[in-house]
């Protein structure tokens, strides 16, 4: 089966090849994949906000500016390292609708879960996350936060070379769905480049979250009217789903790396796959071995292929079942895994790790503050555009996180029951020393997430790269990942030409089946900031393959 199309349409890349210089500065700063929702943040801060309230202002408005990847109908995420040494996590995954089951899908002859459509979401968790941080950590009311975004889904805003083009990319099932249609097609066709795309009613609902909180979308008049745009179109979100929404707020979890802290999200995201990821390659000198050397790459794709599949085997909704995860982001764990890598041979068929069990698309932005506070955030609807439904009235889209996650198959630790979260793509890190935060970092990206962020993480250690070295260095991913639609594609390498003909031609000998790439169309939208700690100084790095930027106070 063909591989599932990303969000990020990586023919894009050839209009953003030009390497950037970092970005300063000393009073704060906002690194997000879209120009407006930087200024936004960095608005935010001007204001007397804090590295968080810059986040939530920059969140909601990418809601708005960048509708493919985010929004209110999706999931959020974030790691918050305040300047006191607090951490906190927020899980903002939703739970699939009570009345669905393995039974329900099979029954009615799917063999695969629906990717798109009324039955592929969940219940959003994103405006939950918004408001945690709100009542938590911000400095700013809520009405400030949301005013850039309602400005811009009330008066419109010129769509970008990559905005019109992600919409013509899903324009075919956009059209399938009237007010989908009504809202991003003009006329009928993928919109070009200059449109104005605006959606009052979209702000018309984030002015009811403004005033009156996640009450009005998760108990209030605003979820009902969503849930019943869902079930008139043949879905199973309910008002009582709705309702029985919780997010997780935790400390988050954490390896460490060559005298390092990297801190990720928990389950049921996959953050645990860079740590264990990390883990594994810290048993070899990737200094030594040489930056995208093949050597190098062969080493971490093979460390990739064996944290999947452990994630693969033992890792689901810790409130459905037990996951070893303490086993999985331990040392000799990761030691055992290691010693099974070839560093001649590519491995075609990978098992999990053998542990004993017990009674197992997407935006990233990130900001920090002159205060030293620091937020790695990740928001998303899962595939492009979710499950392409705007439900209703309401302007809002909504994800496809259940269509996309869960499995059919009867005892696999992710398949789908009401009420279950599925593992989540989704994770954002960020890196302390000596108990405080340097960097924040993520990108946008599905399964290649954890391999994007360990290569920057790498980039940044064990190759002493600026932040934005680190992003714009030459990216490679290892295929599949955990996607079930595509899980047993076999293993092919996929690798940025910029690496150079001796590293293709060495990863080859190596049993790897090779893809070569453009020199920047490996995809994703990495950003990182790092902090200073002597100075206070920030700098910010903002990926060339995309239109996002770093600006700073």
Known sequence: MAQVRETADHALAASFQQTRSRVFASGGMVATAHPLASAAG????????????????????????????????GDAFFIYGQANGTMTAVN????????????????????????????????PGAVETWFIAIERFCALPAKDLFAYGIHYAEHGFPLSVVGARTIAASADELAKYPDSARIYLDNGRAPQPGWILANPELAASLRILAVEGADAFYRGDLGRRVADAV?????????????????????PISTTYRGYTVYQTTLPTQGHILLEELNIIENADLAALGHNSAATIHLMAEAKKRAFADRNRYSRDPRFGPVPLDTLLSKPFAAERYATIDPEQATNTVEPGV??????????????????????????????????????????????????????????????????????????????????????????????????????????????????????????????????????????????????????????????????????????????????????ILEGGADPRTEGIALGL
């Open 355 to 536: 542990i004993q069990e017990t009674a197992g698309d997407t935006t990233y932005l990130c900001a920090a503050d002159a205060d030293g506070n620091m937020v790695s955030f990740i928001q998303s609807h899962s595939a492009g555009f979710g499950s392409h439904v705007v439900a209703g009235d309401t302007g809002i889209l909504l994800n496809n996180r259940v269509g996309r996650g869960f499995s059919l198959v009867e005892g696999h630790p992710n398949v789908i029951e009401g009420g279950k979260r599925t593992m989540h793509t989704l994770n954002c890190y960020a890196i302390a020393r000596d108990g405080r935060m340097l960097y924040v970092g993520g990108t946008p990206g599905g399964d290649q997430q954890p391999q994007w962020n360990m290569q920057a993480v790498t980039n940044l250690i064990d190759y002493g790269m600026d932040v934005q070295q680190a992003v714009e260095a030459p990216r490679w991913q290892s295929f599949p990942g955990t996607d079930p639609v595509n899980i047993d594609n076999p293993f092919e390498l996929r690798v940025e030409a910029r690496v150079g003909d001796d590293v293709l031609d060495g990863l080859r000998e190596r049993g790897h089946a090779v893809r070569v790439l453009g020199p920047y169309a490996a995809g994703g939208a990495a950003l990182l900031i790092y902090r200073d700690p002597e100075t206070g």
């Open 231 to 251: 079930r008139t179109m043949g879905g199973e979100l309910t008002v009582e789903d709705l309702a029985g929404h919780e997010n997780d707020v935790y400390e």
């Open 42 to 73: 960095v608005d935010a801060l001007r204001k007397g906000g804090n590295a968080m309230d810059a986040i939530v202002a920059a969140a909601v408005t990418t809601a708005v500016v960048i509708p493919a990847m985010c929004g209110v109908g």
């Open 92 to 123: 903002g995954s939703g739970i699939a609708p009570r009345a669905l089951s393995r039974e329900y899908f099979t029954s009615r002859g799917y063999a695969k879960m629906p990717f798109f459509g009324p039955l592929s979401m969940g219940v």
